[in-house]
């Protein structure tokens, strides 16, 4: 007997094939950003990437190494690289879009945002490329730029204003300073800036700007004017309040404070930024660091939606998401103000070593890294590898007009923040033994 013939129908896995193969399948860009049309049924997809996997999570320990107590990268929490070892997932997967979508919204508590307009971002880069990002979609050629000199780092900044072409000023200060309210209050009365860009922390030279006060004047003297700050060697270890002081952009990197492995730019602008940028009458001068090509993907990431322009590291991502996790389980003030008792802790015993900071006013001293100048007659290059050899790594000079003078210790994360660790005070015994190898007695 013939048996009943069933309804046309594909198997359910050929059915699954075939839809790859659709003619209408759209490609995924900043405005294209649904990966299967509306027309193909997806009932057979999987709606979250699984993998056979162990509930707990294995204690990680990480192998014996010198203590890393440079301005980043940082010591690293072992949960943090635990997240690096996340199994390989597609950057448009719902599991991945889900803790993307997460990391950034917590960016908004980090940076203390709650304007919807404020657009935070994340691409695989480092911090430098914040600098790119500001240049190429905010300023256009022959707009002029007010740069606060404070050192190496805003030095770099200029430069790169400069090779977007931007009309670029620099206010500069003795080395171990920043420049003053007054000072820039004039430059600010004397000609129209588009932007005013600050470094935060220069990394070179210990220096701390204040932002408060200074947003304060830029708004009151020059009110167009964007406020732009440099916050790779700040971020999560010195106080920023984006909404309230009024900042239209920050740009970090994953490396530092945050505590997460280096590759991640990290930025926040403000409302007022991303409308300059709308306002823009030309296009933005550069690709990867466009814009106009990562604002819809952002975007649609925080909204929990797959989008794709360029492809992220799912790895890193986990592993921002685990440590801003870990620093929003406390108050931010909490961990501004570990910081600064470790920051204060440091440069006492470096005082009663006898030593000098290159930046010398109380005032504008870094709470995440200390900068020293040496004693006479000690030089860095002999005194950082004795310091290696007992297990601290500090970093050398890098100002040029001071760089065989000094050497830089930084103390930001886990380092200042988990006493249990011992890294502060091995740090410090290190470096008072290894200058007395060195012949140095305080006077």
Known sequence: MTPPKTPDAPPARLSLIS????????????YAVERLPSTVDTSLLPRIQVREITTTTPKMSQPAHPTLLIPGPIEFDDAVLQSMSHFSESHVSAGFVATFGETLSMLR?????????????????????????????????????????????????????????ANV?????????????PEIEKALSEKKYKAITVTHVDTSTGVLSELKNLSALVHKVSPDTLIIVDGVCSVACE????????????????????GCP??????????????AFENRKSPPSAYFASMKNWTPIMQNYEAKKPSYFATPSPQLVHALHTA???ILAKPVAERFAGHKAASDKI????????????????????????????PEGVKGAELLPILAKKGVVFAGGIHKEIVTKYIRFGHMGVSVLDPTRG????????????????????S
């Open 347 to 374: 440069k006492a015993a470096i005082g009663a070593l006898g030593l000098k900071q290159v930046a010398a006013n109380p005032d504008e001293q870094a709470h995440g890294m200390t900068a020293i100048y040496l």
């Open 262 to 275: 280096a590759g991640l730019s990290i930025s926040m602008f403000s409302g007022r930024a991303m409308k």
């Open 169 to 181: 000023t620099e206010l500069k200060a003795p080395v171990g300073t920043k420049p003053t309210l």
């Open 109 to 165: 508590k980090l940076f203390q945002t709650t304007d919807p307009a404020s657009q935070p971002f994340v691409l695989s880069g480092s911090g430098t490329l914040g600098w790119d990002l500001v240049a190429a979609n905010l300023i256009e050629a022959g707009e002029d730029v007010l740069v606060l000199g404070t050192g190496y780092f805003s030095d770099g900044f200029a430069d790169c204003l400069r090779v977007y072409g």
């Open 423 to 442: 890294d502060i005070e091995r740090a410090v015994k290190a470096l008072e033994e290894g200058l007395a190898e060195l012949g140095y007695t305080k």
């Open 19 to 30: 839809r790859h193969l659709a003619p209408v399948y759209p490609i995924n860009t900043p």
């Open 239 to 258: 106080e920023i309040d984006f909404d309230a002081w009024g900042l239209d952009g920050v740009v970090t990197a994953s490396q530092k404070a945050i």
């Open 324 to 326: 801003l996790s870990q």
